[in-house]
């Protein structure tokens, strides 16, 4: 396989590095001399902060239980019962995290509330599409999630009972996932743009007992109805002991539910019932392309010290910030937004379109809630590059440190533009894991340098490696993505897996006894981290393995093209055709001169082999309900599989383009390998 971002044979400049006195005030630095003088770390040498950080990195990953229980002691995490090690058995799957601890993540989310300089500040910050924060406050947070949790157990949910929510990204659904975990119930979320076959799909597998559910909600400047959707749900999940209205769009509860309001009227502290390291949490969902979704059971303790040392550590986060990503329930990112609360940073909870009045929304947000750290999809920023904002410019940035970005590879014009257009001084954080870690492999580091179309480095306690096929390491060269020692924040288990056997076929089939992701990485000698996309829709022309992401940086350069999709497809007769589908941006038209733009273009950018066989417009790209491009489908039905067999209809965000590609297939299929393209 080759790589677009290969390491070039001089060393590049960085597009950005942290001064001294802010690399020096990280609180990864601190923690740095903690763990050197309590618990064995090499020691910081403090002139040279790319040395420190691998020395480190590298003692986190060879003393798993040293690191782990620095990170315990430097969050203070309260365990209500002390664990007898730190890691019984390090095998994947499998490995025991912690055992004889008990603790609850919702006690430590809400612990900045008990701080009398905390307590009257904001916790989070709700905004919609009209841009105007509301705040709720520490006190105020602790106050609606002791009550609600009160009302729960009245309803008799019990430690491992299942809640589920039908919500929007609104503060009622950080409460009711506090409330839940307070009482060691597990939650689980959708958004409300979900339809009814999709919900039923991840929350008939989990049995709620309890569904907490909005009457509709607001995007794109219009209102949308979902009380049919909630009787659809209502009929469809016979374990429900209650359902829980929340009046988003102002209707009354329908007959038998109860009243969001009356669940959190009272003034009761919040009581934590005090479970195992590894009880679960939450349950979240693959995206179900191909059968209904795995639901990946996390815990409470390894989400915990995860997301701490995640969010405390790599994302620098803590009281006096503000952190805002643009997400939603139905993703694993809202998960990761809301447990900022555990470093004491208020949340922007931002409920509304991501372009909506116009490109620049997201920023706006940024804006007028102060964020320190925005997250957002380098999808945006490729939109905002297009649009030709200038946001530095234009607003008021002054307070913002740090814009991340995750769901595919930011390409390096992303970085160059974030640069250039929205503060030369701003730290930029590519990130990238996955709902199944519910965190980050590798990404975001305070005190490194930043390098144009790279992830910082691989996160502590994280022994991410890029191994060649017959398990070989590769430095420099794209291999991959596997991590060869456990996390705190692997999945415990999935629902409904006798014997684990879906979990073990998932990630440690093709590497007994390590972590295979799915991703194609390179692990460049500075020890930085390029992505280059899912191994599993890997191009392979005659012999050479191409990642997707390259060429979608490539491509999606030009003005006139909005998004891309590249397969390869294996024919009947031995060949093998690769097609480029492209939506246009609005006025343009796909006609010989533009598809000789995109063929010099890859040419020039990549390499002769990465020029497909044919352009193709499309009226769209179809996509995950998370916004991945579903890449294997389109491949599948381009050979000639039916749509029913290919994917879940619930799974997508437009069935219609996928029969574009079903009908394509057909037609393709009436003619010989040669026609495609060869």
């Known amino acids: 396989m080759t790589a677009a971002h290969a390491v070039p044979p001089t060393e590049p400049a960085p597009l950005w590095r942290p001064s001294r006195d802010r690399a020096a005030g990280a609180r990864l630095t601190a923690f740095h001399a903690h763990a050197a003088a309590h618990h064995g770390a090499p020691r910081p040498t403090s002139d040279h902060p790319e040395a420190d950080y691998a020395a480190l990195h590298r003692w986190s990953v060879d003393h798993l239980d040293a690191f782990w229980a ?120 959708c958004a409300p743009d979900f339809g009814a076959r999709s919900v039923l799909d991840r929350f008939q597998q989990v049995e709620p007992v309890v569904l907490i559910t909005v009457d ?3 995007y794109g400047g219009r209102t949308h109805d979902r009380a049919a959707t909630v009787e659809e749900l209502r009929a469809g999940l016979p374990s429900l002991r209650a359902v829980v ?114 490109t620049a929304a997201q920023w706006r947000v940024a804006e007028r809630t102060g964020a320190t750290l925005f997250g957002t999809s380098a999808a945006y920023v490729t939109a905002c590059a297009k649009a030709d904002l200038h946001p530095a410019r234009d607003l008021d940035l002054s307070a913002l440190r740090c814009v991340a970005t995750t769901g595919s590879p930011l390409p390096p014009d992303g970085f160059r ?40 480095a691989p996160g502590l ?35 409904n897996d006798e014997g684990d056997a879906r979990y073990r076929d998932a990630y440690f089939d093709t590497f007994p006894g390590v972590w295979r992701h799915g991703d194609w990485i390179t692990l460049t000698s500075r020890g930085t981290v390029v992505i280059h996309g899912r191994s599993d829709s890997t191009l392979n022309r005659q012999g050479v393995r191409m990642g997707s992401a390259d060429i979608y940086e490539a491509v999606e350069r030009l003005p006139e093209i909005r998004e891309s999709l590249v397969v390869g497809v294996e024919l009947p007769d031995g060949g093998y055709w690769m097609p480029l589908f492209v939506r246009l941006a609005e006025g343009a038209a796909l006609d010989d001169t533009l598809r000789d733009d995109i063929r010099r273009t890859i040419r020039e950018r990549l390499s002769p082999r990465h020029v497909p066989d044919e352009v193709i417009e499309v009226p769209g790209v179809p996509h995950t309900l998370t916004g991945k491009r579903l890449e294997v489908p389109v491949k599948r039905l381009l050979q000639g599989a039916a749509l029913e067999s290919t994917v879940n209809p619930g799974s997508v965000d437009d069935l219609e383009l996928l029969r574009f590609f079903e009908r394509l297939g057909r037609e393709r299929a009436t003619v010989s390998g040669a026609d495609y393209g060869g």
Request: one cysteine or more; hydrophobic letters at 45%; glycine letters at 10%.
């Open 70 to 189: 620095a990170v315990a002691d430097w969050f203070d995490v309260r365990f209500a019962t002390p664990h007898r090690s730190v890691l019984a058995d390090r095998r994947m799957p499998g490995a025991r995290w912690f055992p004889g601890a008990t603790l609850n993540y919702a006690e430590h989310a809400l612990r900045s509330a008990l701080d009398p300089a905390l307590a009257d500040r904001p916790a989070l910050l709700r905004v919609d599409e009209r841009h105007e924060p509301e705040a709720v406050t520490w006190s105020e947070l602790r106050r609606q999630v002791g009550s609600l949790a009160a009302a729960l157990r009245e309803l008799g949910v019990r430690p491992g009972d299942r809640v589920s929510g039908y919500l929007p990204n609104i503060p009622e659904a950080a409460v009711a996932l506090l409330a839940t975990a307070g009482i060691g119930a597990v939650w689980t979320s």
């Open 417 to 456: 533009w974030l640069h250039e257009r929205a503060g030369a001084d701003l730290w930029i954080a590519s990130v990238s894991g996955g709902t199944d870690v519910c965190s980050c492999f590798a990404g975001a580091v305070p005190t490194l340098p930043v390098y144009t179309g790279e992830l910082q």
């Open 461 to 495: 306690g994280t022994d991410l490696r890029a191994w060649a096929q017959d398990g070989r390491p590769l430095t420099d060269e794209v291999g991959e993505l596997v991590v060869a020692a456990p996390m705190p924040s692997m999945p415990v288990r999935f629902w």
């Open 245 to 358: 209205h929340v009046p988003l769009l102002g209707t009354a509860a329908p007959a038998g539910a109860l009243e969001w309001g009356a669940l959190t009227a009272s003034d009761v502290e919040p009581e934590f019932d005090q479970v195992p390291f590894d009880h679960p949490l939450w349950v979240l969902y693959s995206s179900g392309t191909t059968g209904l979704p795995k639901a990946i059971v996390h815990s409470q303790g390894g989400i915990l010290l995860e997301h701490l040392k995640q969010l405390g550590l790599h994302c620098d986060l803590g009281p006096g910030d503000r952190f805002f990503w643009y997400t939603s329930t139905g993703w694993m990112m809202w998960n990761f937004l809301v447990s900022g609360l555990l470093t004491g940073t208020t949340v922007v909870l931002y409920d509304g379109g991501a372009g909506y009045p116009d």
């Open 216 to 218: 509709g909600y607001r």
